[in-house]
């Protein structure tokens, strides 16, 4: 499966974005997708995923109430709608895929394959 990340931006803090990731192959029901980010010298961090059959969605403290994932199984793509971004979102942004995630979502060791990652970055 390969992974199209995009939708990062600059933008100003309070700002939205909405990043996009298409699958080059239809998710299985049972499989995981999620966002993740990467700052400058931090770990890769868990941000949202989503159960593709059942659409059951975890978030991060860091972005609840604040964003959004949800999927298109047409285009068998995911989507992050961030709103009210602020300066500390600013990272590297990649999508991932797991067939057998289970309830290690925010594990990076439990996705099979990623995204190339887009760049967001919030100016105060």
């Known amino acids: 499966v390969q992974l199209q990340a995009s939708g990062g931006g600059l933008v100003q803090a309070g700002d939205s974005l909405r990043l996009s990731c298409s699958a080059s192959?239809?998710?299985?029901?049972?499989?995981?997708m999620g966002w993740f980010r990467q700052a400058p010298g931090n770990e890769r961090e868990f941000v949202a995923g989503?159960?593709?059959?059942?659409?059951?969605?975890h978030y991060d403290h860091s972005v609840k109430g604040r964003s959004t994932i949800s999927r298109d199984s047409a285009e068998s793509t995911v989507y992050l709608q961030m709103n009210s971004l602020q300066p500390e979102d600013t990272a590297v942004y990649y999508c991932?895929?797991?067939?057998?995630?289970?309830?290690?979502?925010?594990?990076?060791?439990?996705?099979?394959?990623w995204g190339q990652g887009t760049q967001v970055t919030v100016s105060s």
């Open positions: 192959a239809r998710p299985y029901s049972s499989s995981y």
């Open positions: 989503i159960r593709w059959g059942s659409r059951i969605t």
């Open positions: 991932a895929y797991g067939a057998s995630v289970s309830n290690f979502y925010t594990r990076p060791g439990a996705y099979n394959y």
